[in-house]
């Protein structure tokens, strides 16, 4: 009993190594970041997710910059009931591209972090809390509903080094009208 309990405990010391090390965007500007983004990859591991892995859709989204410093993030996903509006405001913290914002599905304020962007392509994503378990997403967006493979493979890579299972990373297929904006093809990991 004791050898399990100090092999759980050093696997939790590791794994909070391994997000301590996570930094936000170097010089992070969210003026630059503000504007549409289209979410095209999804990693997360949770057993209450696994049985809607199948049936997530890319989704759109639009950060507006509040006079604050705040942002505010609008997104827009297809459900089962139709086109599903849902407005996150994510409040700045003293780092820049550090932000918390809370959570009313689990009741609690979670951490983000906008890990690497170029502010015109793409932008890596992290959510990260911890409670009663790790709670881990890693997310990349996109300006455009497609993005080139060698950003897929970064975003595959970090949603790995986070600890994340290679089957809880997906890049989804468009919802509806994303296929209209021009992706024609689910790319491949």
Known sequence: MRFTVATVAMVMLCVMAIHADVKPQ???????????????????????????????????????????????????????????SLMYQYNKTNVPGEFIYFSTRHNMLKDITVVDTNYTEYALVLKHKVYNREYTQVALYGRTPRVRYNILQKFKAFSLSQGLPKESILVPPPAGSLMLLGWRKRPQL
Not at 32 to 57: C, N, Q
Not at 59 to 79: F, V, Y
């Open 26 to 84: 170097k010089d992070f500007n969210l003026q630059k970041f503000t504007g549409k983004w289209y979410r095209v990859g999804f990693a997360y591991d949770s057993p209450g997710f696994a049985p809607y892995r199948d049936k997530l859709r890319a989704s759109m989204g639009m950060i507006t910059q509040m006079p604050d410093g705040n942002a505010n993030l609008t997104m827009w996903e297809l459900s089962p009931l139709g086109c599903q």
